[in-house]
């Protein structure tokens, strides 16, 4: 199985600030990678696919990047909104498998 | 708008058999592959299975072959898990989503709690 690693696993972060997330692949899978966003109790939110693509009405400032092992989400603006936990998910092989999320809080 | 709906959930004892259901509403179910993921309390998200569009292709996660089950029922646009020989390990938060790769559009999820 492919396992996903995130990093860090907590962020303390302002509005305003420019923050990345990591993520690594423990095996090759090309750019497909997506990023999802997650509110407590509430679900998953679909962001980025093929590891930089924006899902249509997700702000243009989630950026995706990374080929092969190693992706990033990079926020260029935190908003209060954007204040969540986040997971990346790789789908190059079954089964699919997520990464232990990103709790991003306000500093 | 594309909706998804589960249902079923509860308590359930270690080693008892329950059926969670997805209601889809608001797109052409029989075009998507569904997917179902878990969240046990306080945890991350866990890929449970998915299965294509047409049926043909199943896939499951090491941790529920051979007691999960996953189906759909096209002319009522319903996907389904069938969850036996449950584990207190199971409990968890049940999605289902929608797509074959990356999953677009996630329901409100259910709880399964074995106990």
């Known amino acids: 199985d492919i396992q996903m690693t995130q990093s860090p696993s907590t962020l303390s972060a302002s509005v305003g600030d420019r923050v990345t997330i990591t993520c690594r692949a423990s095996q090759n899978i090309s750019i497909w990678l997506a990023w999802y966003q997650q509110k407590p109790g509430t679900a998953p939110k679909f962001l980025i696919y093929q590891a930089s693509k924006l899902q249509s009405g997700v702000p243009s400032t989630f950026i995706g990047s990374g080929s092969g092992t190693e992706f990033a989400l990079t926020i260029s603006s935190l908003q209060p909104d954007d204040f969540a936990t986040y997971f990346c998910q790789q789908y190059d092989s079954f089964p699919y498998t997520f990464g232990q999320g990103t709790k991003l809080e306000i500093k | 708008q594309v909706q998804l709906v589960e249902s079923g959930g509860g308590v359930v004892q270690p080693g008892r058999s329950l059926r969670v259901s997805c209601a889809a509403f608001g797109f052409t179910f029989s075009y998507y592959g569904m997917h179902w993921v878990r969240q046990a309390p306080g945890k991350g998200l866990e890929w449970v299975a998915v299965i294509s569009y047409d049926g043909a292709n199943i896939h499951y996660a090491d941790s529920v072959k051979g007691r999960f089950t996953i189906s759909r029922d096209t002319s009522k646009d319903t996907l389904y898990l069938q969850m036996n020989s449950l584990r207190p390990e199971d409990t968890a938060v049940y999605y289902c989503?929608?797509?074959?790769?990356?999953?677009?559009?996630w329901g409100q999820g259910i709880l399964v709690t074995v106990s």
């Open positions: 989503a929608r797509g074959q790769y990356q999953l677009d559009y």
